[in-house]
């Protein structure tokens, strides 16, 4: 049943003074059309994409040649060409402020804080730049980084960008074999790594990985200094040298910004790996840069000088999407470290002290901090805070209604969805709009969302895939050493022909906004129905008992039974009683086709790197299957707690 009432409503004078309304009515008299609302504004941006991304890199001001030719082949997904005769280079459009105002401010828990000014990382990238030239790294070579969230990440996938080679990152908790598996695949022509990092109050040590990693990628390594001993890493790798000495013969100067191509690759992502050897997906320049444009000045109305922060690490998208606040003349808000450490108060001390306006996290950690008892609004002057996004899983209902009741009652609450594969947002924030208890407020400008059932048929008021029918600027280039597209075409073309199946589960909503059930391949089928797993996390993580829970379909008796694993608040037991309270929960909050059939504890849950719950990986474990690559867990440990059960054999 929906809530009569929504959880925050725009005024009229925040709506007409937001950067998305602006940009709309200078829509308008450009192209002689009356957009009345937003709808007609997102069907417009839709229907004539290349008019609309082309004002898109208008009024962004775009540094660069758009060329004649705006949209080729646009009726077809895999062949279409957004800008095909644009020259243009990412780093010079992030690099677009100087002077000494803050471009970035860093927190490493508390142990590490810096500020670097605009003119400062200006400085930074062109040192780095005339370096990574010497050393012979040219347009397509790829600069592969283990390395935190921290300033001097930034500046050196800047000064790659400039030249117009490949970033790729991951974090430095990933283990040997989890390094190695992506960044073995793309051949980088240099490693970067960190001598150790902070978590948790502790430091931890990356000497040994680094120098195993090194030696098996066998190309040059350059050792960033943060909380180990980078000199004693360089001097027991042959050839290996410190960020500091591989800078120092070059003085600042002008950056030399090489002009490029609109699809030029910039990024190389990767896919969880959970089922295999992690997909290598391929972002370009351009595709990225009007994506993260659109969406950050557009639906997070980001301006120039404002504090723009996400939580998150560099083995994350949402890394790559928080970089480009820069191009916004945004101040980036990094911080590296548990956002727990040496409490939950950390990161809205952080916010309050920064006064950040923009505050992007996960749902998991909305949880947590409602579940810890904190109430940051009673705590902390959080005025600035004007914005809060949500991602890495369906935020549910109840995480809605504590940002409200805890965190600040007059904040736009955006969840937000896509991912690695587009890396950029499906759905997301609507300034013009309301926010509803549960929704996502819906489908970002020129992008056209729609949710089919199996037959390839819109649906509204049920479940089905979440598509995307026409080609945008941000699909990927390609995968890496995928040279017939094979690949490629099985992750997102395969279900229908010429859409973009997503692979989430999703469903309209009565106000045009999009609910996520969880992902495609981890839905429950008993009895034939299709069950969102999302749907009965929003129940039962809502219990006090349970602090997480996981759920499969185990495959029982010809059919699927539901099982759900949950791990329990300290001190609490699974008896009969806490039993029959959740499948009741489940029951009255979602259906009695979602009741599980087995409910079971468990120590821990695994999960990936960025927090996201593995369910095809236990569903793996509990049917007996290998699980391929557990070097993409941070607890690949958790995994074992679900073999053998014997709960699960009667």
């Not at 660069?64 to 009726?75: F, H, I, M, S, T």
């Not at 949402?318 to 727990?340: E, K, Q």
């Not at 969840?415 to 819906?442: A, H, M, Y």
Request: with cysteine; net charge negative.
């Amino acid at each position: 049943m929906q809530q009569e009432m929504p959880l925050w409503t725009p005024s009229d004078s925040q709506i007409k003074s937001s950067p998305m309304y602006r940009f709309m009515t200078w829509c308008s008299t450009r192209v002689g059309r009356d957009f009345s609302d937003y709808d007609a504004f997102h069907q417009w941006s839709v229907d004539d994409r290349a008019a609309f991304w082309s004002a898109v890199w208008d009024y962004c001001g775009v540094k660069g040649e758009k060329g004649e030719r705006l949209l080729e082949n646009g009726d077809v997904m895999l062949d279409a060409r957004f800008f095909p005769d644009a020259r243009l280079n990412f780093a010079e459009n992030l690099l677009s402020e100087s002077g000494d105002d803050d471009a970035m401010i860093f927190r490493g828990e508390d142990q590490a804080e810096d500020r670097w000014s605009w003119d400062r990382l200006r400085h930074a990238v062109s040192r780095l730049q005339q370096a990574f030239r010497a050393m012979g790294i040219e347009k397509g070579d790829r600069v592969a980084a283990m390395v935190p969230n921290m300033p001097e990440t930034v500046a050196l996938m800047l000064a790659a960008a400039s030249i117009g080679a490949i970033w790729s990152s991951c974090s430095p908790d990933f283990g040997e074999q989890g390094v190695l598996d992506r960044f073995g695949q793309i051949e980088p022509k240099l490693f970067l790594a960190v001598d150790g990092y902070w978590y948790n109050g502790k430091r931890q040590d990356t000497a040994e990985k680094v120098k195993a990693v090194s030696a098996k990628l066998g190309v040059p390594l350059v050792v960033i200094a943060y909380a180990g001993d980078a000199p004693a890493i360089a001097e027991a790798v042959p050839g290996a040298r410190t960020l500091a000495d591989f800078v120092a013969p070059y003085e600042a100067g002008e950056i030399a910004f090489e002009p490029l191509p609109f699809s030029h690759p910039l990024y190389i992502l990767f896919s969880s790996g959970t089922t295999g050897v992690p997909k290598c997906i391929v972002h370009s320049a351009g595709g990225t840069l009007l994506q993260h444009l659109k969406e950050q000045r557009f639906h997070c109305g980001l301006e120039k000088g404002e504090r723009f922060f996400y939580f998150t690490t560099c083995g994350w998208m949402m890394w790559n999407w928080l970089v480009s606040g820069l191009a916004s003349g945004a101040t980036l808000c990094l911080y590296d470290g548990s956002p727990f450490y040496p409490d939950g108060n950390v990161l809205f001390d952080y916010a309050a002290e920064e006064q950040f306006a923009f505050f992007g996290t996960s749902a998991k950690y909305i949880d947590a901090v409602r579940k810890g008892g904190f109430t940051p609004n009673t705590t902390h002057d959080l005025s600035s805070l004007r914005m809060m996004t949500s991602t890495g899983s369906p935020l549910s209902p109840e995480g809605f209604s504590f940002v409200y009741e805890g965190i600040k009652s007059d904040i736009h609450l955006a969840s937000i969805s896509g991912g690695t594969d587009i890396v950029s947002c499906f759905v997301l924030g609507n300034p013009l709009k309301p926010v509803w208890r549960g929704e996502i407020q819906g489908p970002g400008l020129g992008l056209a969302i729609d949710v089919w059932d199996d037959e390839g048929r819109p649906v509204r008021g049920e479940k089905g895939e979440l598509v995307c029918t026409k080609a945008f600027p941000s699909m990927p280039i390609m995968f890496w050493n995928d040279p017939d597209g094979a690949k490629y075409r099985a992750a997102y073309f395969e279900r229908f022909d010429n859409v973009w199946c997503h692979g989430d589960f999703a469903e309209w909503t009565a106000h045009d906004g999009i609910v996520i059930h969880g992902r495609s391949d981890a839905t429950l089928n008993p009895g034939g129905v299709r069950i969102g797993t999302a749907e009965i996390y929003n129940q039962v993580e809502q219990m006090e008992e349970v602090l997480e829970a996981l759920c499969i379909g185990q495959d029982w008796d010809d059919d699927v039974r539901v099982v759900l694993f949950v791990r329990l608040a300290a001190e609490r037991a699974l008896d009969e009683d806490l039993i029959k309270a959740i499948k009741t929960r489940i029951r009255t909050g979602a259906s009695p086709r979602h009741v599980p059939a087995k409910v079971i504890q468990v120590a821990d849950i695994p999960r990936t790197k960025s927090g996201k719950i593995v369910e095809l990986a236990v569903r793996d474990v509990v049917h007996g299957r290998t699980v391929k690559n557990k070097e993409a867990l941070a607890n690949p440990e958790a995994l074992d707690l679900f073999a053998g059960l014997e709960e699960l054999k009667s």
